[in-house]
């Protein structure tokens, strides 16, 4: 496995939806600038709510639109005043004359497809084809009750988008990194086996008891018997771990969002349904959250200082093997936008892996 940011390899999958921000980071008439899997955006929020994705590179000089204002309506660029509507379309070039002959609305700038969901705005990076005509949804939040209370935690990480996502999905580091007092301790690791089974476009850790050793369970205290944990990995960069109990239910969502070549997001965002019985769960589920999630972020900023001297990595073993699921699922995934035809998915049916952890 190569992770140098140079490779094709670690560059982000192109052709899917990707969070780009918090949808409460952007209200109504205002605008962000965000960069996406490379490309600079300027995020808009126009006065009916409705959101927008611009390249944020002005097509008169490039100047980055995010420097301009923008009214609710139209952003105008900061450089010569030139404005352009929410599609993208140059609606006034104010320097020019009445009878220029210059017709300012055949210059646009290229706007992407963008959308609120859970939380989130999402932002269509579109593969060499372009965006397709039946463009789906952006990918709900799969929960499993009308009624549930989420809470959003992002947190930068200083990765490339593979190594990121192989952070993500790697049993092996819970005892080392995730050690706490609240959490579980190096002193419980044990011997453990999960089974796996290919889903279209990821795989998945099927359906098992929660194990004892990781008090988080616990700590959801879920009433309504045993906890059964399911662990989904998805195409291009979503984790989903199900904690269900009954009808009471936990489940989060982590992402690792691309930014730059070596900059990423870890995007974490849990609903539930349970923990009726604890007050001020959302603050202590965020300060939970915060906390596990920092362990990453320094974790990982850390594993940057080697990986600037651009070492030969490992994938040893039954630990590292779902991260070796990532690596081909994502080669066979690029292999069908090259050359079309069928997936080849490395796994051909379930597979069971064993690790102390
Ligand atoms: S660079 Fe934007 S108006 Fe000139
Ligand atoms: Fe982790």
Known sequence: MNTSSNEPQSQPLTGFWYAALLSSDVRAGQMKAQ???????????????????????????????SFGCFDGERIECSYHGWQF?????????????????????????????????????????????????????????PVLSKSYRTLHI??????????????????????????????????????????YEPLPLGFRMISHPASSNSSVYKLVGLSGGAPTVTIDFLLPNIRIET?????????????????????????FCAAWDCLRWLPFSKTLLR????????????????????????????????????????????????????HGGALDHPLKGPVTLRWRT
């Open 287 to 338: 300060l939970f959250g915060r906390a596990f999630l920092n362990q990453d972020t320094t974790v990982m900023g850390r594993q940057a200082i080697g990986l600037r001297h651009d070492p030969p990595l490992m994938l040893v073993g039954d630990p590292d093997a779902p991260a070796k699921w990532y690596v081909k699922l994502k080669a066979a995934y690029l292999a069908v936008q090259q």
């Open 35 to 65: 960069t996406l899997a490379g490309l600079p955006l300027v995020i808009c929020r126009d006065r009916q709510g409705r959101v927008a994705a611009l390249r944020d590179i002005c097509p008169h000089r490039a100047m980055p639109l």
């Open 154 to 195: 992002s947190v930068p990480l200083t990765s490339t988008i593979d190594n990121g996502l192989v952070g993500l999905i790697d049993p092996a580091h819970g005892p080392f990194v995730h050690r706490s007092p609240w959490w579980r301790s190096r002193a419980t690791i044990r011997e453990k086996s999960k089974t």
């Open 85 to 141: 509507d929410t599609t993208g379309r140059c609606r006034d070039i104010p320097a020019l004359v009445a009878d220029s002959g210059v017709q300012p609305e055949k210059i646009g700038v290229t706007t992407y497809p963008a959308r609120d969901r859970d939380g989130y705005v999402w932002v269509y990076v579109p593969d060499k084809q372009g965006v397709p005509a039946g463009l789906p949804d952006p990918p709900a939040l």
């Open 243 to 267: 904690i269900q109990s009954g009808s009471q239910w936990f489940l989060s969502r982590t992402m690792i969002t691309p930014i730059s070549d070596t900059e990423c997001r870890m995007d």
